[in-house]
C-alpha cells in the first residue's frame, strides 16, 4: 500500500513512458549469468531473434589462435600475411604485405589450412568487426594480429555453414551485440565464445559447404579467365617474358632529369622505367586523356541516410568493384557513374593502381576523391578500349608505369591527375581487343555466378532460421537450378 502523498505504482502508465524509447528493464541476477559481467545498456538494448536449441561459441570451438602482431612491410620480404583487406566475398585473396621478423616455426603455427575460419577481432568501422572468410585450400600465408583463426568441430558445424551463418544479418545480430566498443570496436575469441550458433542438420551443413565451394570454384575459374587476358595481351606486346633490370642507380643529367619532369626524388629516374618505355615504342600507344575523359569527385563532406552510393578506393577490385559492401551514401556527386567507366584507385598504400570496370549500371554511384574515372571519349566509344586498357594497368609492366609517378611517403601515397592523364598505354589490334574484353566478360560472369551461389547460402540459412531447413533446403534447389 502506498504511503500518504504517494501514488500507487501503475505498471501500464509505466510503460507507456518507456514506449518508443530503446529501454530495457533487466534484473541484477540476469546480469549475473553471463560469465563476462556486461553493464553497458547496448548490450541488453541489442536486436535479438529467436533460436531454438542453439549451439554456442564455445561448443563449436576445436581450436582458436591470434595472428601476428609483428611489423609489416610491402617489399616481399619474408613470410606473406593475410588482413581483412585481402577479405575477398567470403574467401581470401593474395597477401600484400609481408613480415620478416618472425621465425619459420612461428610462421609454420600461423599457416593456413583447409577449412579454417578468420574471424576480423577488432577495427575501428564496427561494420568489419566480425567479418568472416573461409579458408578453402591450403594456403602458404600467415595472417595478422587483429584477426583470429578458428577450427570448429565438424560434427557440429562445418566452417562454410559458419561463414555462411556470421557473414548473414542473424549472425551480425549476435556478432553486435556481443562486441564491446571504445575507441576501436572488439570482438575477441572470449566473445565469440559467447555467440548463439544455429544447430543445422548434417544434411543441411553439406548443402551450405556444397555451394560454398561450388562458388569458390567458381571465383577460381573466373581469375583464370582474367589471367589468360592478361597473357594474351602481354604476349601481343611481346612483354609475356620480360623483366626489367633491378639496378636501381642512374646518371642524367639536369636537362634530362628535373629540367624536364620537375622531379627530383631518384625512384623516379630508375633504369627498369626507361627500359619499359623503350620496349613499348615500337607499338602504337595514345596517352590515357587522349582515349578517355579523365574525371574526379571531391569527397562527400557528409554522408546521409539515402541518396547515391559511394564507392572509395577499398571498393576497387580487379575486374568489378565491390558494391555490395557499400553503406555510405551522399547528396553530392558532380560526376556520377556510367557504364563501362573504369575506376583507377590513385590514392593508398595497398591499392593504388587497382583498376575496376563498370559493365553496367544497376544503381546510382559514384566515387569519393580518391578514385580517377576513365570515361571513354566519344570518338573511341565501341572499339573495346576499355578492358585492355585495364588490363594492361593491373599487369606487372602497367604496375611499374604507374608506380613510376607516385608521389607521397610510405604512409599516405597517390598518383596526381595529370599524372594519370599522361600514361602511355599500347594499343592492340581490333581482333585481339575483342578477344581480351569477351575473355575479360566471362571472368566477370563467372564471378557474378560465385558470388550469387553465396548470396543463396546465406538467404537459406537465414530461411532456415525464420522458418525451417526443408523450407531453406528448397530455396536452395530453387535458386540453383534456374
Request: some cysteine; aromatic content about 8%; glycine content about 4%.
Amino acid at each position: 500500500m502506498a504511503g500518504k502523498g504517494v501514488s500507487p505504482f501503475n505498471e501500464n502508465r509505466y510503460k507507456e513512458l518507456l514506449e518508443g524509447l530503446e529501454v530495457s528493464e533487466v534484473r541484477l541476477l540476469e546480469i549475473m549469468k553471463f560469465s563476462l559481467l556486461r553493464l553497458e545498456a547496448e548490450f541488453y538494448n541489442a536486436k535479438s531473434f529467436n533460436l531454438k536449441n542453439p549451439l554456442t561459441g564455445s561448443e563449436i570451438i576445436d581450436f582458436v589462435q591470434y595472428g601476428t602482431s609483428k611489423e609489416l612491410n610491402e617489399n616481399n620480404i619474408g613470410y606473406p600475411i593475410l588482413r581483412l583487406n585481402e577479405f575477398e566475398s567470403s574467401f581470401i585473396s593474395e597477401p600484400r604485405k609481408y613480415c620478416s621478423i618472425i621465425d619459420n616455426a612461428t610462421f609454420n603455427s600461423l599457416k593456413l589450412l583447409k577449412n579454417d575460419v578468420l574471424v576480423c577481432r577488432t577495427n575501428g568501422n564496427a561494420k568489419y568487426v566480425g567479418k568472416s572468410a573461409i579458408v578453402p585450400k591450403n594456403y602458404e600465408f600467415a595472417y595478422a594480429s587483429y584477426l583470429f583463426k578458428i577450427r570448429p568441430k565438424r560434427s557440429l558445424i562445418n566452417s562454410s555453414t559458419l561463414v555462411t551463418y556470421l557473414n548473414s544479418k542473424y549472425g551480425r545480430i549476435e556478432i553486435e551485440k556481443y562486441s564491446m566498443a571504445s575507441n576501436q570496436v572488439n570482438f575477441s575469441p572470449a566473445k565469440f565464445r559467447q555467440l548463439r550458433i544455429p544447430r543445422f542438420s548434417s544434411d543441411f551443413n553439406s548443402k551450405i559447404e556444397g555451394n560454398t565451394y561450388d562458388a569458390f570454384n567458381l571465383l577460381t575459374l573466373s581469375k583464370q579467365k582474367y589471367a589468360n587476358a592478361e597473357q594474351l595481351l602481354l604476349q601481343e606486346l611481346g612483354l609475356d617474358n620480360f623483366k626489367p633490370t633491378t639496378q636501381n642507380i642512374n646518371t642524367l643529367s639536369f636537362s634530362q632529369s628535373f629540367g624536364s619532369s620537375g622531379r627530383l626524388d631518384a625512384e623516379y629516374y630508375q633504369p627498369k622505367y626507361e627500359q619499359i618505355e623503350e620496349r613499348l615504342t615500337v607499338f602504337e600507344q595514345m596517352r590515357i586523356d587522349d582515349l578517355f575523359k579523365v574525371l574526379s569527385n571531391s569527397s562527400p563532406k557528409k554522408y546521409i541516410d539515402s541518396g547515391i552510393k559511394v564507392i572509395k578506393t577499398k571498393n576497387v577490385r580487379i575486374p568489378t568493384p565491390v558494391i555490395d559492401s557499400i553503406r555510405d551514401f551522399t547528396e553530392i556527386t558532380e560526376n556520377p557513374l556510367q557504364a563501362n567507366d573504369l575506376l583507377f584507385a590513385s590514392m593508398g598504400v595497398g591499392s593504388l593502381g587497382r583498376v575496376s570496370i563498370l559493365l553496367d549500371i544497376e544503381q546510382e554511384l559514384t566515387t569519393d576523391g580518391t578514385i580517377k574515372i576513365l570515361r571513354t571519349k566519344e570518338q573511341h566509344k565501341g572499339l573495346n578500349h576499355e578492358i585492355p586498357t585495364m588490363l594492361f594497368l593491373t599487369s606487372h609492366i602497367g604496375q611499374e608505369i604507374i608506380y613510376k609517378h607516385v608521389i607521397g611517403s610510405t604512409g599516405i601515397i597517390s598518383i596526381r591527375k595529370p599524372d594519370v592523364m599522361k600514361i602511355l598505354i599500347p594499343i592492340a589490334s581490333a581482333g585481339i581487343r575483342e578477344k581480351l574484353s569477351a575473355l575479360v566478360v566471362e571472368s566477370i560472369r563467372l564471378k557474378k555466378q560465385s558470388q550469387q551461389l553465396l548470396q543463396v547460402a546465406k538467404q537459406a540459412v537465414e530461411i532456415a532460421i525464420e522458418q525451417s531447413e526443408a523450407a531453406a533446403m528448397a530455396f536452395i534447389e530453387r535458386e540453383t537450378n534456374m
